[in-house]
């Protein structure tokens, strides 16, 4: 799975940013098999997951992001979405999609978020 990730930029603290990731090369069955998530690396730190979909759109959340981030799927046209709401400094990371299935995981591209206080 090829993954395409877009919508990072600069924010001021409280904004909100969308981020997608598209797997326009996928076959729409094995898009729909992979769990899809984002996961986030500030610097200095460690990638950390912020929130997976499955298939079947069952959803988990890192704590420090429920009630402000919201991920959902688009099967049919095979995307991902990452809304961020009432965003913080401690937000600013670059930010991974990621799919997963069995032991097959592919990565996108980072895109940067930036929070400023």
């Known amino acids: 799975v090829q993954l395409q990730a877009s919508g990072g930029g600069l924010v001021q603290a409280g904004g909100s940013l969308r981020l997608s990731c598209a797997a326009p090369g996928t076959i729409t069955s094995v898009f729909w098999s992979n769990d899809m998530a984002w996961y986030r690396q500030a610097p200095g730190k460690q990638r950390e997951l912020v929130a997976v979909i499955t298939g079947s759109r069952n959803t988990n959340y890192a704590d420090s992001v429920k009630g402000r981030f919201t991920i959902s799927r688009d099967n049919s046209k095979k995307t991902v979405s990452l809304q961020m709401n009432s965003l913080q400094p401690n937000d600013t990371a670059v930010y991974y999609c990621?799919?997963?299935?069995?032991?097959?995981?592919?990565w996108g591209q980072g895109t940067l978020v930036t929070v400023s206080s």
């Open positions: 990621n799919a997963k299935s069995g032991i097959t995981e592919s």
